[in-house]
């Protein structure tokens, strides 16, 4: 294959669960490709539409706003997005293709590795509309957000879509996170936070870089099947 058709590994990074603007700066400035925000019922850093709106207007272009549910009611989904405008929709809990593909946006499925009832087969057919999934370390019916990682060997190998590693990492294992399952994206929450909810810059900063150490170590990927 000739170096024309492979370019520098870029793992695509979302910082989850901002509620202050002054994040959201911080975020856009180190350049990742999305921000996350939670309207699950039970989480420590969920929001209100309204009080997303201001942050989502803040966005830098090109970085994507994705909106969290956990089996929320349809009516509070189209709530979500008629005021906060989100690029995608990230579902959490029990909802099915139909429901997460009737909002007429691209959705992202978790899917939950934690716990013993842990089901990540059969992930196309069963998601079919679904534009990426997530694999995060939460059980099943339990919130995300939690700060553990889960045994990243059960990550499916033949996963049909662009996917993020979610779940317990930091600063100092996301290199290794990395380098060990080769995934499309990652996702943050409590590994870059000084609260719940508030994120603390430095670590940030550090997370970012460590992607892009990572990026270099792991090398290029070829790019000639998607030309
Ligand atoms: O963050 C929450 O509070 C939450 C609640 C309910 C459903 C999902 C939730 N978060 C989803 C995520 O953002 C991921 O779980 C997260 O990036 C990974 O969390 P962490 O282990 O804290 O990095």
């Keep these: 294959m000739s170096d024309v058709n492979r370019l520098p590994r870029r793992t695509r990074i979302k910082f989850c669960g901002l509620t202050r603007?002054?994040?959201v700066a911080?975020?856009?400035a180190l350049g990742v490709d999305a921000v996350g925000f939670v309207f699950a019922e039970r989480s420590k850093r969920r929001v209100s539409p309204a009080q997303v709106a201001p942050l989502r207007e803040a966005l830098d272009p090109f970085v994507a706003s994705v909106a969290l549910f956990m089996d929320n009611d349809a009516a509070t989904v189209r709530e979500v997005i008629?005021?906060?405008r989100p690029t995608i929709l990230q579902f959490h809990g029990d909802e099915d293709d139909a429901f997460?593909?009737?909002f007429g946006l691209p959705y992202l499925k978790a899917v939950a590795m934690g716990g013993e009832g842990a089901r990540a087969d059969?992930?196309?057919a069963r998601y079919a509309r679904?534009?990426?999934f997530l694999f995060d370390s939460?059980?099943?019916g339990q919130v995300g957000g939690s700060g553990h990682a889960f045994d990243w060997t059960r990550i499916p190998r033949d996963c049909p879509r662009p996917w993020l590693l979610a779940?317990?990492?930091h600063p100092d294992n996301v290199f290794e996170a990395i380098r060990a399952t080769y995934c499309w994206g990652v996702d943050v929450s409590s590994g870059i936070e000084s609260a719940p909810g508030e994120k603390d810059a430095a670590k940030m900063h550090r997370f970012v870089e460590a992607v892009r150490r990572a990026d270099a170590a792991v090398g290029t990927i070829a790019t000639h099947d998607a030309l």
């Design 21 to 23: 603007i002054e994040d």
């Design 26 to 28: 911080v975020a856009c």
């Design 82 to 84: 008629d005021t906060v």
């Design 100 to 102: 997460c593909a009737s």
């Design 122 to 124: 059969d992930l196309g």
């Design 130 to 132: 679904a534009t990426g």
């Design 138 to 140: 939460h059980a099943a």
């Design 167 to 169: 779940g317990g990492l």
